[in-house]
Structures are given as structure tokens and as C-alpha cells.
């Protein structure tokens, strides 16, 4: 088991047909994790265009996983081996048709978690052995995938810790004859005149059997989430840290294995500095809610600076980092406010009223009426009320689908810029 790996899954209805896909994330391999989506996103798309459209988080809400039988798409990206500086994932994309057409391909890829880079099965090869290689799978007994691969073609080529090259290629069948993977393997004798100097690397690395090296795994509140892929929300609580509710709500978050984002005011943090202190070492993220909850259209460029600062410093002082974005009580901005505050704005799309209501039977349906891929909630962790529907709230959307992500997590790969508000996470098209 790879430390700071962690497993993803999703299914979805795209283009007409289902999808079951599951792959895995590793910390500090942003390269590594950068690749599997594009990886992903490339396979979903090409899904999505038989009907016309670009692959939509959406698509995977309320969706079943897809059944072993049947028309449909499996996408699988597994480490298959991790040694020293060298990992190794394998991608798989299993089709099967209405017409009983059915399809299987492979590529591996090398991840350098020293560098960060990662390689293309070619890579490991010398440039000028490509053909020799083609010459001898074409000579290998029972491999003779139709087409045979030209000298262009991709390899999905798989390096062992002996030396030797496992080559795959891809293959098509009909309802009769299920596609399976031709498969050749060339000695290490005869493979190892064939790496390049990056090959010769991976093998030596593979060869040492020695435990992973990686890079510092990333804290919980910047744990990678391709929001793009699967449909995510930002659940976010304002006006506190509270001494009785906001503890009660970290241990629901805890239980169900949500992050979230605590929009603080200075004058609680600073009154409750320990409340504060546990939501960030729960891993959550925090943003500046100012120091007193004024309406800052109502203030000068001064005063507006005096509540963010005076709010930075309570929370920097209570939590050890300062927040890096902010809520404008009552989400009021104007162009004096967009200037002085000297950080992102983060409103939101979905407003559960529930300091209204003060009643989960009323906000909760209102959420999960109005909530959309790439939204964010406001609440309050203030009131017991709101506290006391988060369980059936988070349930009902975990069960339709969704990711609960916090605000950095939500926007990550669209860079949040100073004086700008932000309302959900902007589509891709």
C-alpha cells in the first residue's frame, strides 16, 4: 500500500450508456494526480460526444454503478508497482456497444516522485530500438493482434523488476468474442539493450525493492478533487466558532468524512481560541467572516480594512495560519469593498436560510432542492437547529452523488483572485 494514496470512484450515465470508473490519488504527486484526470476527462468526453454534449459532473448524480453485464464503460487507473522513486499506474478502459462491439486498451505510465514527472511507457525505450521491438513481438508465439501495431503505434509496455517488457495492445470483439488484450513479453536479455537511460532508471529503482519515496502528503483541506469529474459542493458555516455547536458539528463532519469551510469572525475566534484551534487541526478550511459582522457597504476603505485586519489577526492568532479568502457579511459588496479587503470574496448559490427557519425540515429540503454541481452552501454554525440537520442534510447528498469539498478544494486549478466574489465553481465550457 502506497502512504497517502487514496481511492476514488464514480458512476455515471454518459452519452446514453453507464460509466463505472475507480482510480486512485496520491499526495504530493500532483503530476501523477494531473494525469489521471486528463486521462479521465478525455475518456468521459469522448463518451458524452456520441450524444452531442461534453461530459457534465451532473451526469453522475443519483446514478447506480454500472453491472458487469451489459453495454457500457469500465475506466480503471491502479498503482501496479511502487518502488524507491518509481510508480507505476496502469489505466484501463473496457467498452462493450449496443451491437455487442466490445473494446479493451491499456496504457501505463511512470511517475518520478522525485521530479514530479510523469513518463510514457515510449520513454522507456531508446528511440532506435522501436522497431526491433515491433520485430520481435511480431515473432512472439500466440501474439497477433489484428492490426498488427505499426512502428507508430502506442505500446502499453509494463517494466518487472527482472528486466523483462510485458507489451499489451489493444484489442476489439463482438458478443460472440469478447475483446481480451494481446500480450507479449520480451526476456530481460533481450529488453535490456532496449531502454533508454529513463528505463534503465526505472528498472534500477524497481530492482531496489525499497519503500516509496514521496513527497509531504498535502492536509486534508488540499487533498486533491477534480471537481470537473465528479460533482462536488462546498458545505460552509458562518458567524461562529460557537463553544457548543461548532464542536457538535466538527463530530458529524468527523463521522462523515466531510470537509468543510468556517467562515470565522474575529471576535469569536478570539473569544473562543481552543473552538477555533480544533476546527483547524480537524483539517477544514477557514475564511475571514471580519472582525464584527458589520455591513461593509456601510464603511469606509478604512474600516473595512480595520475589520478584515483585526479579523486576520484574531483567527492567525487562535489557528497558526491566516485565512487566505473572505465572506462579506450579508454577501454585500460593493466597488469600495472589492478594493479594500485585499482577499477573494466567497458568497454562495445556495442560501439555506436556516438562521430563518431555525428548522431542519424547512432548510434541508430547500438545500437539496437548489443545490447543483459545484455549489456552495451558506449556514451557520451557531444555531443548535442547524446543527441538528447536518446528518440527514450531508446523508442526502453523499447519497445522491456528491462530494463534500471545502472552498479550496472546490475552486482548485481556478486560481481565486484579490477583489473578485466567486458563487460556485465556473463550468469548464
Known amino acids: 500500500m502506497i502512504r497517502s494514496a487514496y481511492a476514488m470512484s464514480l458512476a455515471a450515465r454518459v452519452g446514453g450508456l453507464p460509466v463505472k470508473a475507480s482510480w486512485t490519488y496520491i499526495d504530493g504527486m500532483p503530476g501523477l494526480n494531473a494525469q489521471l484526470d486528463s486521462w479521465l476527462l478525455g475518456a468521459l468526453d469522448t463518451k458524452a460526444a456520441a450524444s452531442g454534449e461534453r461530459y457534465r459532473p451532473a451526469m453522475a448524480l ?12 469500465t475506466l480503471t487507473a491502479e498503482p501496479v508497482a511502487a518502488s524507491g522513486r518509481v510508480i507505476v499506474y496502469r489505466e484501463t478502459e473496457n467498452n ?4 455487442g462491439t466490445s473494446s479493451v486498451t491499456s496504457q501505463t505510465v511512470y511517475a518520478d516522485t522525485n521530479t514530479g514527472q510523469v513518463h510514457r511507457a515510449a520513454d522507456l525505450l531508446r528511440p532506435e530500438a522501436l522497431p526491433r521491438i515491433h520485430t520481435l513481438l511480431s515473432n512472439t508465439a500466440g501474439y497477433n493482434p489484428k492490426p498488427l501495431p505499426n512502428e507508430a503505434a502506442p505500446l502499453d509496455i509494463v517494466l518487472d523488476d527482472q528486466g523483462a517488457l510485458r507489451i499489451t495492445t489493444a484489442q476489439t470483439g463482438t458478443g460472440n468474442r469478447p475483446a481480451r488484450t494481446a500480450t507479449a513479453t520480451i526476456p ?4 535490456e539493450s532496449a531502454l533508454g537511460e529513463f528505463g534503465r532508471n526505472v528498472l534500477s529503482q524497481l530492482r531496489s525493492h525499497a519503500p516509496v519515496e514521496l513527497p509531504p502528503a498535502a492536509t486534508q483541506a488540499f487533498r486533491h478533487v477534480n471537481c470537473d469529474i465528479v460533482p462536488c459542493a462546498a458545505l460552509t458555516y458562518d458567524d461562529g466558532p460557537d463553544p457548543r455547536s461548532t464542536p457538535r458539528l466538527l463530530a458529524i463532519l468527523r463521522e462523515k468524512k466531510v470537509s468543510a469551510t468556517f467562515f470565522m469572525l474575529g471576535i469569536k475566534a478570539a473569544a473562543n ?3 477555533a484551534r480544533q476546527v483547524s487541526n480537524a483539517g477544514h478550511a477557514i475564511g475571514n467572516h471580519t472582525y464584527s459582522h458589520p455591513n461593509l457597504t456601510m464603511l469606509s476603505a478604512a474600516g473595512i480594512m480595520n475589520e478584515i485586519g483585526r479579523a486576520q489577526a484574531s483567527i492567525q492568532a487562535a489557528t497558526g495560519p491566516a485565512p487566505t479568502f473572505m465572506r462579506p457579511p450579508y454577501g454585500a459588496t460593493n466597488a469600495t469593498v472589492r478594493q479594500a479587503v485585499g482577499l477573494p470574496l466567497i458568497n454562495w448559490s445556495v442560501d439555506s436560510l436556516d438562521w430563518q427557519s431555525r428548522d431542519p425540515n424547512v432548510f434541508v429540503p430547500k438545500v437539496l432542492q437548489e443545490i447543483t454541481p459545484g455549489a456552495i452552501v451558506i449556514m ?15 446523508t442526502a447528498l453523499q447519497s445522491q452523488g456528491y462530494h463534500l469539498v471545502n472552498v479550496p478544494e472546490l475552486f482548485e486549478g481556478t486560481p481565486l483572485v484579490t477583489g473578485q466574489t466567486y458563487r460556485s465553481r465556473p463550468q469548464r465550457w
Open 62 to 73: 443519483n446514478t447506480r454503478p454500472a453491472t458487469a453485464i451489459g453495454p457500457g464503460t
Open 188 to 191: 530481460a536479455q533481450e529488453a
Open 273 to 275: 481560541p481552543a473552538i
Open 380 to 394: 451557520h454554525d451557531i444555531h443548535a437547529t442547524t446543527i441538528a440537520g447536518q446528518t440527514w442534510l450531508i
Open 96 to 99: 462493450t456497444l449496443p451491437n
